[in-house]
């Protein structure tokens, strides 16, 4: 199973994009879908994170983008969203998906936001 990032880009403070992280084929039922990030000169930090595992779903965002980004699923598509509105400076980075299953733990290649003037 491969993992497909896109939807990076160059955007000014407060604008929008949409990130999208597809899989080449279905997987797991029980899975962990993340969004992460790596500034430059900074470690890999955990942006958002949707689980669904048998006993539910549950979304979690990292405190900086709270209120500001939305972690969604397409079961149709195996693909995996994070739209980010109100972007800032802090915001630059290449982002990464993470698929997590119990049998799999799956990397995109990673999509570059930055946020300039």
């Known amino acids: 199973v491969q993992l497909q990032a896109s939807g990076g880009g160059l955007v000014q403070p407060g604008g929008s994009l949409r990130l999208s992280c597809a899989a080449s084929?279905?997987?797991?039922?029980?899975?962990?879908m993340g969004w992460y990030r790596q500034a430059p000169g900074r470690q890999r930090e955990v942006v958002a994170q949707l689980s669904s595992v048998r006993t539910g779903s549950r979304i979690n965002y990292a405190d900086s983008v709270k209120g500001r980004f939305t972690i969604s699923r397409d079961n149709a598509k195996n693909t995996v969203y994070l739209q980010m509105n109100s972007l800032n400076l802090e915001d630059t980075g290449l982002y990464y998906c993470?698929?997590?299953?119990?049998?799999?733990?799956?990397w995109g290649q990673g999509t570059q936001v930055t946020v300039s003037s």
């Open positions: 084929r279905t997987i797991h039922s029980s899975i962990v």
């Open positions: 993470n698929f997590r299953t119990p049998i799999d733990d799956l």
